[in-house]
């Protein structure tokens, strides 16, 4: 088929992802795992034009060009390699993520990207093989192909750095916007920076090994206090090896801190639910669905009502049956 469209969402790791071993495998340097969420999704379209003299991107109906049309192509050159042809295509790409909201994701977009490649470029990819494919595009999207809780083997080369499926307790997520401007560092770049500058790198990269190990066997036994516990103190560990960085970067704000230690309070108060963000000042806590209103509640006082969202354990990235495809972006035909 020529015209194929996939839908994936974001994760959030709950250990998480933070250095590479190699840029252009993208290797990371430790596994990771994490929860794919129902929300915010990406839906995208890919459609083989015979003819084209290079790949068209449109995002949310705006036709792309330069380093975001740069990273898709080479994406799909990996694609059309393994599949023996060079025909170029159309990607239309849609986010649900509110604008500006800062929960768009690069997860979602190359995990949908993908699956809808591999299969308009007409290879039969299995769940591994695509959670490789993915990871190509973005480390993070290796993840998204999964539903639920995933680990990501870091691996030793291609064919062993690949995510999968861990069975874990019913949780979800309650998340606060709290800035949602784009971030001063991009989290590729201020990787390198980490591995480059920070004294503490060595010491992040067994601890998260260690972490890591915990976290599967607290999943595996439905132990949620401890699940929660390593998901807050790893998330913690990341920002301060970031914060170690020269020159030091730091992703969370007042605001930030301010929703962690509300968080803390509301385990005094007998709620479950622990704190994590990622390369950027939003704070997700993790909850178990009963304690999730009233984490919603004490957040919203916090960031006001509107920036908060309560989502729950999502699918991972999977082909849409033939039907609506993202349309084209306004004032453009499908070849342009
Ligand atoms: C994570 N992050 O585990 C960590 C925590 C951000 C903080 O994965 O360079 O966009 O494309 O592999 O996947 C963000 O990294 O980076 C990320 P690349 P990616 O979710």
Known sequence: MSTVTARAHPNIALIKYWGKRDEDLILPVAGSLSLTLDAFATTTTVERVAGLDRDRLELDGQVRSGEQLDRVSAFLDLVRSQAGTSERAVVRSVNEAPTGAGLASSAAGFAALAVAASAAYGLDLDARALSRLARRGSGSAARSLVDGVAVWHAGTDDGSSYAEPVPAPPMG??????????????????????????????????????????????????????????TEAHALRMHALIASTEPPIRYLRPRSVEVFDAVAELREDGVGAWATADAGPNVAVLVQPHDAAATAARLSGIVGEAQVRTVGAGPGAHLLPEGPAVPPAPGTGPTG
């Not at 709290?178 to 201020?190: C, L, Q």
């Open 173 to 230: 997520m309650v998340i606060a916007t709290v800035d949602a401007g784009p971030k001063a560092v991009s989290s590729r770049e201020a990787m390198r920076r980490t591995a480059s500058t920070s004294p503490y790198f060595a010491a992040w990269v067994s601890s998260t090994e260690d972490y890591l190990e915990r976290m599967v066997a607290a999943c595996r036994a439905g132990d949620f206090t401890t699940i929660g516990e390593l």
